[in-house]
């Protein structure tokens, strides 16, 4: 008791002093952890004119001192000196004052100049980390610099991807100095590997930029890939403008990532697509707190007279993030070791900083959001895991149409887009405008309208394409204007290299789109752009059918096919064979010839080899036979045989007749193959179509051939699919027209003398042709996807080749000609096999039979017995045998002795 009480009160007199203790700890802890001192400086280096730059650095420095979360003890302090740009003598100075002040880090000089380079040197001297964020082409990272500004190959791989995106195969790079071509190193390296043909054009700088668009223009590209400083995009773009390269058919990929921040209100009304990429995050909350305190915070910041932008530069947004991440790198360098000491730095002294290195990689590691998305780094300290968006100007400004990202391999890239590219165009780029349509007449797609009174305009003409055209213009809002083609042709390519028809025109600028039956091919595609198509079709041969019926002297055997024929003879053989088995088998097709004569001991059968053969065939041919079966077993067959040939001779009878009154046609080429093989029947196209461009460019044996027959006979040519229909028509069989398949199912739908031979030599489409690159090409293609799901296509269709102009006349009659056909096993299996299954059943019905009177008569094994009688048969030497007697048998063993048989010598055989 006495022990427990001083134990107690030891306790209590050393707890005061333990409390003491522990408020000492807690009050040394932080002194123990954190050394860095209460104010940290941080030096910017920027030229006069980079005023938002400026502000961004302090306002990001304020923030950080504002945040409780960062260094929490220690507030920033911005050193900011003027530099000039170009004269690095002078930043040399600028940097080593801002050393000798104590900065831990430094942020510029910004941009692309002798002043950043040499700044970066000086700072790898002293081991002060040098904090960049501008473009900078070095493959590798100085130790003690970390860049914000993403890596020169990694933009390089957006634009690959939003080039083959765009499907950009011929384009043009225009730069302002050579950097621009560092720029898109490793852009060339990719394109290499794609075969694009890209043509490269540079400023000069004692022209104005307007002398370089116009070789551009002159060499008939239409996009542009342009790399050029910020303050100069501007001016660029107007000399662009100024030459007639800002037209809807343009398309601009500008490698700056500054574009959103720029006025381009002169160009979004002009449906050029201005495309570029931003790092910048319009969403960040950060930003967007900039933004909507722009005034306030530069009349806090000191910074008058500073207009509010329509969104903050690249670069700013870039130092903004970079000071989160000094912070954050201080932070944690604090907490792991302790930083004695942050002395000012002498330039000339040599000595460097003693946590710089550390610091860096510190660095490193740090991952957030900030206003330019994630920053995060590579083992290297290059940017990773980071988006950009895709943006482009509209009527309603700047739009986000898309997203690049890169995830965390500089391989690995995504690109999505919101909405389809074309999408974005189409709202704005068909309501209300004025089409020029150009047109070809061709049955049934665009037909001048049979009329007492003269019609003028689009209300001349009629067909699937002007009913086409139409639906189009009601569901997209736009106008149109017809106009055929001035050189009636639809579109090939000459030797010269120049494209006659709607081809042409389009190219010339002569019309806006091209709709009739125009096919899709790969060479058009070159130099125009085509929808999706809305109708599929391919070449085929029309032909005159041949008038004359076919007679042949065989034609009796038209009704069944051979292997029928074949299978019935098959039957009637073992048919009659298992007859002369079976009858020899069952003891009821043998009698005692002469009943009265008991001493003869012989039977007869009437189933001999001949005597089969001859009842088959017989009651085959209706004719009935001699011979009658009398046993159970060979009733069955003949019963089974009479159902066999009344199901054969009926289908015969009934087919013979049909094949006896119904027209045979043969043709005398059956498909393109057949008509490559001849010489007789000429065969030609149309002169200036897609047909003739498939045989001039086939490689396939058969066609090259086909191509060098009608080459060698120019006539064969037409100028239109109705002058060689009309040949077609007018040929007694001689000549045959290459002709797409879909018009041919119109001609043959309305002239019943004409027919299609063969199948499709190939599939491709019709489409509606727009000039290269042209804004109506995607909205178009989504409108003839929706008549094709809404079934507008395929009642347009129905309309024009089955009813009207006299549709629908040949179906009948293809119906007749085509009905009747020779039958095959198919038709006729089942007759044999119900034969089959009756001759199994006899079988049975015999050996029944057999053993039936067997038990009766014989005393000797049934199975022997059965041997013995079917050897007997199968020897087929005599149509009588001994009767069996018991009781002989018993008496004279010797006389019945039926091992071996021996029937031979005491009868002679009666046939
Ligand atoms: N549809 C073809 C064209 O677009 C014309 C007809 C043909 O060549 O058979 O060229």
Known sequence: MLNNNNNNNNIINKWPCCFFIIIILIIIKPSIRYCLPSTIQVGGLFTPEQREEEFIFRLAVNNINDDQTILSRTKLVAQVKSIDYFDSFHANKKVCDLLEKGVVALFGPLGYSPSSAHTQSICDALEIPHIETRWDFKLHRDDLSINLYPQPSVLSSAYVDLVKAWNWDIF????????????????????QKCNWKIKLYQFETDKPYRDTFWEVNKAKVKNIILDVKRENLLQVLRHAQQVGMMTESHSYLITSLDLHTMNLEDFKFGRTKITSLRIVDDSSPE????????????????????????????????IYDGIRLLSTALQDLDQSQSVDGIQPISCYSGTPWLYGSSLINYMR??????????????????????????????????????????TSSPNDTSL???????DHYSAISMQNISLIVTTIISEPYTMLKESAVERSGNEQFEGFAVDLIEELSRLMGFKYRFKLVSDGAYGIKDEKGEWNGMIGELIRNESDIAIVDLTITSKREEAVDFTQPFMNTGISILFKKPTTKVTTLFSFLSPFQNIVWIYVLAAYISVSTILFVIGRLTPYEWD?????????????NNFSLINSFSFTIGTMMQQ??????????????????????????????????AFLTVEKVVYPIENAEGLAGQTQIEYGCLKSGSTKAFFSESNIPVYKRMWQFMQSRPHVFTKSNAEGIARVKKSNGNYAYLMESASIEYVIERDCNLTQIGGLLDNKGYGIATRKDSPYRNPLSHAILKLHENGVLLQLKERWWKQKKGGGQCTEETKKSSSVNNLSIDHVGGVFVVLLGGLSFSFLVAIFEFVWKARK????????????????????????????????????PDRYDYSPPNYGPDFAPVY
């Open 365 to 406: 590691p740090v991952a957030f959001r900030g206003i330019t998305g994630l920053v995060d780094f590579d083992q290297l300290g290059y940017r990773t895991s980071f988006s950009l968006d895709v943006m482009t100007i509209t009527i309603d400004g700047f739009m986000k149409i898309g997203e690049w990202k890169q």
């Open 624 to 657: 009935g036979s001699a011979v009658a079966p009398k046993a159970m077993s060979t009733r069955t067959i003949a019963a089974i045989w009479y159902f066999f040939t009344l199901i054969m001779i009926s289908s015969y009878t009934a087919n013979l007749a």
């Open 172 to 191: 043009a790079i225009v730069y302002e100095n050579n950097e621009g071509i560092i720029r898109l190193q490793n852009f060339f390296k990719d394109a």
């Open 416 to 422: 999505t887009t919101y909405e389809p590219w074309s």
């Open 592 to 604: 005692d010839p002469h009943p009265c004569r008991q001493e003869d001991n012989v039977l007869e």
């Open 857 to 892: 008569d014989s005393h000797e094994s049934i199975f022997e017995e059965m041997i013995r009688d079917l050897k007997f048969a199968f020897a087929c030497q005599s149509k009588t045998k001994n009767v069996k007697k018991k009781l002989n048998e018993e008496i004279y």
């Open 287 to 318: 930003l967007i707190n900039i933004m909507q305190n722009w005034t306030e915070l530069t009349k806090n910041m000191h910074m008058h007279n500073m207009d509010k932008p329509n969104s903050i530069l690249t670069e700013s947004a870039l």
